[in-house]
């Protein structure tokens, strides 16, 4: 079965989520760590390889210090 794509709000969010880290100076094996989970998961997460569940944004918006409408939001 071929791959598809990421879905495009999946990858504006993990665009998001990276834009944040790289604004904290946190690698992603930092916010992995933070999170609980391996700099490879986060990495999925940023390129939108895969989905992030509600609790895991809301988690991702605490560690990252931005309200959960910030992933959302298409200019800052």
């Known amino acids: 079965m071929p791959l598809l794509p990421p879905n495009k709000i999946d990858s504006f969010i993990g665009k998001r989520i990276r834009k944040r880290r790289r604004e904290l100076n946190l690698t992603q094996s930092d916010l992995g760590k ?10 999925k997460y940023e390129t939108g390889k895969n989905r992030i569940g ?3 944004l809301w988690e991702l918006a605490k560690v990252l210090g931005v309200a959960i409408d910030y992933f959302f939001r298409q200019r800052t």
């Open 54 to 56: 509600a609790a895991q």
């Open 34 to 43: 933070i999170l609980g989970m391996s700099y490879q998961q986060v990495q």
